[in-house]
């Protein structure tokens, strides 16, 4: 998938949305929330709180975040949108780190194809 504009949640409004209507799912890293869409298509958001480090730590969690979403998006079903929370635990993961935490929340959560 290609993470252009369509893919992507970046509105406070559909955040809220998601946040209130949305499932929730957790492991020690990452946070997901999901909620289904009624589009053929998985939009996602990132976010990365200033818990986790300064401004350089919290970009290169949120690229590996996203990195690791977009190379993993096939494996998962279509029609949800999709919130990523990072937690401070992710700023000391490397990306294999990210994708097996990534990975946990897709199993937890029952949304692999």
Same mark, same amino acid.
């Given at each position: 998938m290609n #993470?252009?504009?369509s893919g992507i949640l970046k509105k406070?409004? $559909?955040f809220t949305k998601v946040y209130k209507l949305g499932k929730s799912f957790a492991n020690r890293s990452l946070v997901i929330y999901i909620l289904e869409n009624n589009l053929n298509q998985n939009r996602v958001g990132f976010s990365v709180?200033?818990?986790v480090g300064n401004s350089v730590v !919290?970009? !290169?969690?949120?690229r590996l975040i996203r990195e690791?979403? !977009? #190379?993993?998006? $096939?494996?998962i079903k279509e029609g949800y949108d999709i919130i990523f929370i990072s937690r401070v635990?992710?700023? $000391? #993961? $490397?990306?294999?780190?990210?994708?097996s935490s990534m990975y946990n929340l897709f199993k937890k959560s029952k949304i692999l194809k």
């Open positions: #993470l252009n504009n406070t409004s $559909d709180s200033k818990k !919290r970009n !290169r969690v949120k690791s979403f !977009r #190379l993993n998006n $096939d494996k635990g992710a700023k $000391d #993961l $490397d990306y294999k780190g990210i994708e």
